[in-house]
């Protein structure tokens, strides 16, 4: 078989490889939608690779799964299945890999990502991404790049694993206000969270531990809980060793309004 590939064989591929991909896979898969064109080097980082060497291969391997199921020979290697490589290089000297547009539209009819969380700032490769102040302006208005990294990094609420993305909210670990711009655009300072988890993490009503645990305030009945549908046995989905600093800034704010409470 010949690319273009077929997007309903696609998606086919997808839904039968679904649980042999691990989240990391999956979390490459929904970089590489966002950015369209990107170096592994960019796609490693959301994959929580050491090296962009080791990102691409598990990467290529999701490409190796895909064209078994497809019946693709992979003439160039497993990478091919999912794109094209670019003439250029990023800043890193990285090959950049632009994903296929069959492979875009059958990541989107699975359900694993939507067209409307793809930031204008992201269509055009990291090398050409608009100015920092836009960025922010653009990530202050929930309409820009942090959002769309929360996605890539998450995927889903990062405590309820709700995937409705219309209504999850990229929430700053760090606020806004006490933060660097660096740090308001790091998607590591970031949480996908629901309505609720998000007003209550931004009130510091709740703040989570290294490890993911829950705290909840003291000041939140029994009741209340239930009806915001939090509880001790809510936790992080995971947490990487980079939000770590972020989560502590977190939890010392928390305890200092749960100190006046």
């Not at 039968?16 to 590489?32: F, G, N, S, V, Y």
């Not at 999701?62 to 800043?91: F, K, N």
């Not at 959002?147 to 709700?162: F, K, Y």
Request: charged fraction near 25%; charge should be neutral.
């Amino acid at each position: 078989m010949k690319k273009p590939f077929p997007v309903e064989r696609v998606k086919a591929a997808f839904l039968a490889i679904a649980d042999k991909l691990t989240e990391p896979q999956k979390q490459m898969l929904r970089t590489h939608y966002l950015y369209r064109v990107a170096s592994m080097g960019t796609i490693a980082r959301f994959g929580d690779y050491d090296s962009y060497r080791s990102a691409n291969l598990h990467y290529a391997a999701v490409g190796r799964r895909i064209a078994d199921q497809i019946g693709y020979d992979c003439p160039r290697g497993p990478m091919e299945t999912l794109g094209s490589v670019m003439p250029e290089s990023d800043r890193e000297g990285h090959a950049q890999w632009r994903m296929d547009e069959a492979i875009a539209d059958a990541l989107e009819a699975v359900g694993w990502v939507s067209s409307a969380d793809v930031a204008p700032a992201l269509s055009a490769s990291p090398g050409e991404r608009e100015t920092e102040r836009e960025a922010l302006v653009k990530s202050r208005m929930g309409q820009g790049i942090f959002r769309s990294e929360a996605i890539a990094l998450w995927g889903c609420c990062a405590v309820t694993g709700c995937a409705l993305s219309q209504i999850l909210v990229a929430s700053h670990i760090v606020p806004w206000k006490d933060a660097t711009n660096q740090e308001r655009l790091d998607p590591f300072n970031g949480l996908l969270l629901t309505p609720n988890m998000d007003r209550l993490f931004d009130q510091f009503l709740i703040a989570f531990n290294d490890d993911g645990s829950i705290l909840l305030s003291k000041s939140l009945s029994a009741e209340m809980k239930a009806a915001l549908g939090v509880n001790e046995q809510c936790k992080l989905r995971f947490v990487r060793p980079a939000m770590l600093p972020y989560l502590h800034r977190h939890r010392q704010l928390y305890l200092a309004e749960e100190k006046l409470r």
